[in-house]
């Protein structure tokens, strides 16, 4: 089975940090995927990417880069975390454009 | 701007029933569309992928359509459990992958 796994399950940041999210996939996806998830919003786009070092904006990447160094990971940083970036954050992978996505098991971030 | 709209926003219903859940997408060159269910501060789990040559895909209890030239697709859920009580996502792949607000059903004993 396809693993993707998500660093931290939960993470406590001050504001102002620099606040980094990792992603990891094990099935050698091209495809990778940023998205945060707010009650009454639904999943939002980030950033996605379509290989290694290619990178794509979402709808909200104000605040927010990515990082694709190795074709398994996916980094997502919040260059200076602030409250309004509390949320649910999940990555996902695909092989390419016509087949089925995986997501990791999430990340609840809290900005204090 | 692909956009993805499911409908209700939330569903409930007593065991046993069989259901209906509503997706729909304002571009229909999509590459394929996807049944996800998420438990309560989980990730997300694909139930059914749909690809876009094709108009149906089933699963046990489960069963997808697609009508790409509508904008449409439903997820069935025959004879419903409590255990089928969760959030049920539908997304939309492009280039990129675009997600509905989701349905929450619960299911009552």
């Known amino acids: 089975d396809v693993k993707v796994t998500q660093s931290s399950r939960y993470l406590v940041k001050r504001t102002g940090e620099k606040v980094f999210l990792e992603c990891v996939q094990d099935?050698?996806?091209?495809?990778m995927f940023w998205y945060r998830q707010d009650p009454g919003l639904g999943l939002r786009l980030i950033y996605f990417s379509y290989d290694v070092k290619m990178k794509e904006k979402g709808d909200i990447p104000e605040g927010y880069s990515v990082s694709r160094e190795k074709k398994e990971r996916f980094s997502l940083i919040l260059e200076s975390a602030s409250t309004n970036q509390t949320s649910m954050y999940l990555c996902?992978?695909?092989?390419?454009?016509?087949?089925?996505?995986?997501f990791g098991q999430g990340t609840r971030l809290t900005v204090v | 701007k692909q956009e993805v709209t499911q409908i209700p926003a939330a569903l409930s219903v007593p065991e046993g029933e069989n259901l209906v859940l509503n997706c729909s997408f304002t571009d229909s060159a999509i590459y394929n569309l996807q049944w996800f269910r998420q438990d309560p501060g989980k990730g997300l789990t694909s139930l059914l992928l749909i690809q876009s040559s094709q108009r149906e895909q089933t699963s046990g209890r489960l069963n997808a359509s697609l009508d790409k030239s509508s904008g449409r697709s439903t997820l069935y859920i025959a004879a419903s459990q409590p255990g089928d009580s969760a959030t049920y996502l539908c997304?939309?792949?492009?280039?990129?992958?675009?997600f509905g607000a989701g349905t929450r059903l619960t299911v009552k004993p």
């Open positions: 996902a992978s695909t092989l390419g454009r016509g087949v089925q996505a995986f």
């Open positions: 099935m050698d996806h091209e495809n």
């Open positions: 997304a939309a792949r492009i280039s990129d992958m675009r």
